[in-house]
């Protein structure tokens, strides 16, 4: 197993509003690296600076052995970094089908090969095929939610980054979501997935890594994550004597 990526001592902030603090780890490849931590630890923070929509002010990050920290988010986008954003942000007036070919186009910067075939394939491995011709905009959250993953595969990543793309949805829905990562998983893409719900993070990634104000509170085994002191106190908190 090889490193795909290093986080290396990145701090950013949104303007003067500091959020990442000395933020290292590794991400191994074809490993899914969970991703958790209270609401405002800067997870999606995080998913910026590695898609380079926030550029980290120190640090560095490195992608297949190459410094991307100052990269534009296209050209990481090129390199094998595709995402999915927390609120779902598809074309609402083009088709499922154009969204996707559309990510196939711009993506992977090869427009002469993005093909139809390609885009009825991901449409059907996300479950989207039947919903081809309907537009964006009018898909249920987890069709939306399906449409992020789908439009982030078009662009042929070799890291996914998937946030939050089980939230808002029910028991049932879940479950379909998590089914999916499980199918990309085993193709053999490497993920970092931010996700609230530890028990199911813990059971359906490789490593976990707890973010709390911007830095990193525990990282490993997903089990030894879940159940050590700190997660649990900045989950549970403490109790005050
Ligand atoms: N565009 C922005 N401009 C200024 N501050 C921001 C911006 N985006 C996020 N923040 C702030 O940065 C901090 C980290 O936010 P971030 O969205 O990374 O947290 P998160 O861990 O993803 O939280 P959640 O679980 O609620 O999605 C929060 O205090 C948030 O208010
Ligand atoms: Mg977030």
Known sequence: MS?????????????????LNDLSFDVEEGQVLGVIGPNGAGKTTLMNAICGLLIPYKGR????GKDITKLSPDARCRYGIGRTYQIPKPFERLTVFENVLLGAAYGTGRPERASAKDAAEILQTTGLLAL?????GSLTLLNRKRLEIARALATQPKLLLLDEVAAG???AEVREVMELVEYLKGTGITII???????????????????????KLVYGDPMDVMHSKE???????????
């Open 3 to 19: 490193t795909i990526m290093t986080v290396d001592k990145i701090f950013a902030a949104y303007g003067k509003f500091k959020v």
């Open 61 to 64: 990050i490195v992608f297949e």
């Open 132 to 136: 081809g011709d309907r537009l964006a």
């Open 169 to 171: 949805l029910t028991d």
């Open 193 to 215: 997935w931010i996700e609230h719900v530890i028990k199911t993070m813990a059971e359906s990634t490789d490593k976990l890594l707890c973010l709390a104000i911007g830095t």
């Open 231 to 241: 997660v649990e106190e900045v989950y549970l908190g403490v109790d005050e004597e």
